[in-house]
DNA sequence: CATTGACCTGTACAT
DNA sequence: CTGCGCAGGTCAATG
């Protein structure tokens, strides 16, 4: 496939939004919605095959939201020296636009755990709860699906290591097999009402509230706070982080959240889900 | 509201 | 080798 606008493929999918791709022999390899995406970029041509089933151009410029008007973007939101670094140095990163389920269950899984333990823990998931599938000799598994995790027990769902997460998840789960529309029907909703949706499910804060408004629901005013941001925030404001007597972080406050996300909105503006993905990506790219 | 502590787990890093 | 801090936070209990 031919791209219209300028991606960074690598930038998409190594910032941190995803968790389930990897790459190998230069092919990076995902599992999106049941399906086994096998993609690669040269220039400004993005090859990609899909198992069991093929998928469209459709589906793969909507998944890396090749419909969004990165230039337009990046333009509205390049407001500070430290944003603009970022731009120049990830130019071509775009948000990912996740399946609402996937991304929630990822997201409640990723609160106080690094990447790499979110990775385990999502792939523990899926390979107790969800379905194989073999391409070329190698068995991936899809993520697992709402039945299954609301029929499992809070116990063999704490074998996947997921820890003091496993109540909320197979809370959630039951919660949406006994109103599959829970979570659809949010999708009318303005942001600022789906957050405090989203926030009433067992798990969910601001920071996993955001993450799901943005992802999964178009939200790109969206704008997720972790420690990071957090520091980056500070430092573009000139302020300093609150801190204890004995020097270390004091812990984010939902009011220090919501006045700090609020900020970045005015800052950035309505595009400023797209304004984090690349401050989160630069704060923690080591040569910076 | 602000503060505090507990919470699963795996890895990093110092002792 | 053992121990301890921390990682893309959230919740419940207190003042």
Known sequence: MKLESHFNLDYTLSCGQVFRWGKANGWWYGIVDGSILKVRQEGDELHFSAYPEDVEDE????YFRLDD???NIL???NKDATINKAIQQFNGLRIVRQSVWDCLISYVCA???SIAIIESMLRNLSEMFGDEIVVNGKAFFSFPKVKKLAKASVNKIKLCNVGYRA???????KQVENNP???????????????DELRSLPGVGPKVA????????????AFPIDVWIRR??????????PRTKDGTEKPLTVSEYTELSSFARRHYGKFAGYAQEYLFYYIRSKDR
Do not use: P
Not at 167 to 173: G, P, T, V
Not at 210 to 221: G, I, Q, W
């Open 59 to 62: 589906f793969i410029k909507s």
């Open 69 to 71: 008007d990165l230039t």
């Open 75 to 77: 333009r509205i939101i």
């Open 111 to 113: 609160t106080n755990a």
């Open 167 to 173: 109540r909320f998840l197979s809370e959630i789960a």
């Open 181 to 195: 529309n829970l979570l659809e029907e949010l999708r009318n909703s303005d942001y600022l009402k789906l957050r």
């Open 210 to 221: 955001d993450c799901v408004s943005l992802f999964a629901f178009d939200k790109l005013e």
């Open 232 to 241: 980056v925030i500070y430092q573009i404001k000139g302020a300093a982080i």
